[in-house]
């Protein structure tokens, strides 16, 4: 009796002091985050597909600051810590049992270590700095490594994507009432229009404040929304599948980014290479993004805001001139570069401006480190950053390259998977050209999610199957295949 009234008593102690004092935000860390991390510890894969439920809409808002020294606590920490600690307390008893770590982990230990190293010896800000790095690459890394443990089942899989899908959907919805009500948005919050982000520019952004991000979740969703297309055997469900693409391509177009519409059409380009089946569905976007964009092009209003987005320069003179800088940056210091303290790079930039003599030093004043993710890696981190960032993405399609050589057959529910998976990288790296995806902390988690899943259906097709010269025993029939169900051995 004691024991079960002790904790209540001591909860609701605390929930009366906050009350009392007006502490909202540990109040509601009380009531929600408690509970909230029980059921992450409990349940760790149903925690990582609650992430993917969540993190668009409450993922940049739920962040409790605490005092001077200690790190805030945001949904991603929340998440990824507490099922790394259940995958942690199921190891210890024995209730599960990690795959070996491969070449993929081995490369982010590496680039791990490196950013640790670059914080501590050259970084003035160290806590500042390294929660950063923790942000940007060290939760994608640990999303790896969880979803590749976690995800055992087809079922598992299949209820990841079909979250995405949903996602997708209310992404695109919410994306087409900002575009349809743009002037009503912005006038209703002009005092902080500052604030508002690429939304002021007319692009549909959803909860986020950056209209790439918007668009290439909204890629992502339509590449594996092909995925339950292929495989759905009821027709009423794979209708609404297709409808669901629809509706989703269509957010991706009113994103009016471009670097979006280039990365959505080379993952579609890369799915249809390595799939004949997909080419109707690329040809079908490129016409359509085609058709709306010539459209808006000829119409040739003042108003168009798909017009101005074709036609927009303001970000192109920022853009080469802050990629001439890193350039020239780069090339003085090409080995370990200058490290991710902003403030350092900032100051070495300035100085390289008036070196320079650049002409339109006022258009990148302001601007931070270059909106290209390759770039921006061989500032921060010179030759030896960009080796292991191109090694983690080399091995990540190597995986998927061994899924496909295991799977031959295209109809079989894991080489599809791996051709999709390459669509998603494509347009990843296709981001990365034009933006810091690095920043972007909901991208790198995601894309790490389905490469960890990939990797974990390699492996356990591995093990399963006895491999131990490279081949591997197919032991299933074609029906089966095409059912989606993949080669667990049984799970």
């Given at each position: 009796?004691?024991?079960?009234?002790?904790?209540?008593l001591v909860?609701?102690?605390?929930a009366?002091?906050?009350?009392?004092?007006?502490?909202?935000?540990?109040?509601?860390?009380i009531?929600?985050?408690l509970?909230?991390?029980?059921?992450?510890i409990?349940?760790?894969l149903k925690?990582?597909?609650?992430w993917?439920?969540l993190?668009p809409?409450v993922?940049?808002y739920?962040?409790?600051s605490?005092?001077a020294?200690?790190?805030d606590?945001?949904f991603?920490?929340v998440v990824?810590g507490?099922?790394?600690?259940?995958l942690m307390?199921?190891?210890v008893?024995?209730?599960?049992?990690?795959?070996?770590?491969?070449?993929i982990?081995?490369?982010?230990?590496?680039?791990?270590?490196?950013?640790?190293l670059?914080?501590?010896l050259r970084?003035?800000?160290k806590?500042e700095?390294?929660?950063?790095f923790?942000?940007?690459?060290?939760i994608?890394?640990?999303?790896f490594v969880?979803?590749?443990?976690l995800?055992?089942?087809?079922?598992?899989?299949?209820t990841?994507?079909r979250?995405?899908?949903?996602?997708?959907l209310?992404?695109?919805?919410?994306?087409?009432?900002?575009f349809?009500?743009?002037?009503n948005?912005?006038?209703?919050?002009a005092g902080?229009?500052?604030?508002?982000?690429h939304?002021?520019?007319?692009?549909a952004?959803?909860p986020?404040l950056?209209?790439?991000?918007y668009?290439?979740?909204?890629?992502f969703?339509f590449?594996?929304t092909?995925?339950?297309?292929?495989?759905?055997?009821?027709?009423?469900?794979?209708?609404?599948?297709?409808?669901?693409?629809?509706v989703?391509?269509?957010?991706?177009f009113?994103s009016?980014t471009?670097a979006?519409?280039?990365?959505?059409?080379?993952?579609?380009?890369?799915v249809?290479v390595?799939d004949?089946?997909?080419?109707?569905p690329?040809a079908?976007?490129?016409?359509?993004l085609?058709?709306f964009s010539?459209?808006?092009w000829f119409?040739r209003?003042a108003?168009?805001?798909v017009h101005?987005?074709?036609?927009?320069?303001?970000?192109?003179?920022q853009?080469?001139?802050?990629y001439r800088?890193?350039?020239?940056?780069?090339l003085?210091?090409p080995?370990?570069g200058y490290?991710?303290?902003e403030?350092?790079?900032?100051?070495?930039?300035a100085?390289?401006?008036?070196k320079?003599?650049?002409?339109?030093?006022?258009?990148?004043?302001?601007?931070?480190?270059?909106h290209?993710?390759?770039?921006?890696?061989l500032?921060?981190?010179g030759?030896?950053?960009l080796?292991?960032?191109?090694?983690?993405?080399f091995?990540?399609a190597?995986?998927?390259?061994t899924v496909?050589?295991m799977f031959?057959h295209?109809?079989s529910?894991?080489?599809?998977f791996?051709v999709l998976?390459?669509?998603?990288l494509?347009?990843?790296?296709?981001?990365?050209m034009?933006?810091?995806?690095g920043a972007?902390t909901?991208l790198?988690?995601?894309?790490?999610?389905f490469?960890g899943v990939?990797?974990?259906?390699?492996?356990?097709?591995?093990?399963?199957a006895?491999?131990?010269t490279g081949?591997v025993?197919m032991?299933?029939?074609?029906?089966a295949?095409?059912?989606?169900?993949?080669n667990?051995?049984?799970?």
């Amino acid at each position: 009796m004691y024991g079960v009234s002790l904790p209540s008593l001591v909860a609701g102690l605390l929930a009366s002091v906050c009350v009392l004092f007006q502490l909202w935000l540990p109040l509601a860390a009380i009531l929600f985050g408690l509970p909230l991390m029980l059921v992450l510890i409990s349940e760790p894969l149903k925690g990582l597909v609650m992430w993917l439920l969540l993190s668009p809409t409450v993922g940049s808002y739920m962040k409790l600051s605490l005092p001077a020294g200690v790190p805030d606590i945001t949904f991603d920490r929340v998440v990824i810590g507490c099922v790394v600690l259940a995958l942690m307390l199921q190891v210890v008893f024995r209730t599960r049992r990690l795959f070996p770590s491969g070449r993929i982990e081995r490369a982010m230990l590496l680039f791990i270590i490196m950013g640790v190293l670059d914080v501590v010896l050259r970084s003035s800000r160290k806590g500042e700095e390294f929660l950063i790095f923790f942000d940007e690459y060290g939760i994608p890394f640990l999303f790896f490594v969880a979803a590749k443990n976690l995800f055992r089942s087809v079922d598992d899989i299949r209820t990841l994507i079909r979250v995405l899908f949903l996602v997708g959907l209310y992404l695109a919805f919410h994306g087409m009432y900002q575009f349809l009500t743009h002037g009503n948005l912005v006038t209703a919050d002009a005092g902080g229009a500052e604030m508002l982000g690429h939304l002021v520019e007319g692009r549909a952004v959803g909860p986020f404040l950056n209209a790439g991000v918007y668009g290439t979740i909204l890629v992502f969703a339509f590449v594996w929304t092909l995925y339950l297309v292929r495989f759905e055997d009821w027709r009423l469900a794979k209708s609404f599948f297709i409808v669901g693409l629809g509706v989703i391509g269509l957010g991706v177009f009113l994103s009016l980014t471009r670097a979006v519409w280039v990365g959505f059409l080379v993952s579609l380009f890369i799915v249809q290479v390595f799939d004949r089946k997909w080419r109707k569905p690329f040809a079908l976007c490129l016409g359509g993004l085609i058709l709306f964009s010539a459209a808006a092009w000829f119409a040739r209003s003042a108003a168009s805001l798909v017009h101005e987005r074709l036609v927009a320069e303001d970000t192109v003179y920022q853009r080469l001139g802050s990629y001439r800088v890193a350039l020239f940056m780069f090339l003085a210091k090409p080995v370990l570069g200058y490290g991710k303290d902003e403030g350092h790079f900032s100051t070495i930039r300035a100085e390289y401006l008036s070196k320079l003599g650049y002409t339109r030093a006022e258009l990148v004043a302001d601007m931070g480190p270059p909106h290209n993710q390759y770039l921006n890696t061989l500032v921060q981190y010179g030759l030896v950053g960009l080796l292991l960032y191109g090694a983690l993405v080399f091995l990540m399609a190597e995986s998927a390259a061994t899924v496909m050589r295991m799977f031959p057959h295209p109809d079989s529910a894991e080489h599809q998977f791996a051709v999709l998976f390459y669509g998603m990288l494509g347009t990843y790296l296709v981001q990365g050209m034009f933006a810091d995806v690095g920043a972007y902390t909901i991208l790198g988690p995601l894309l790490y999610i389905f490469a960890g899943v990939l990797d974990g259906v390699r492996l356990r097709t591995h093990f399963v199957a006895g491999v131990s010269t490279g081949e591997v025993r197919m032991s299933r029939s074609k029906s089966a295949s095409r059912a989606g169900d993949f080669n667990f051995g049984g799970e």
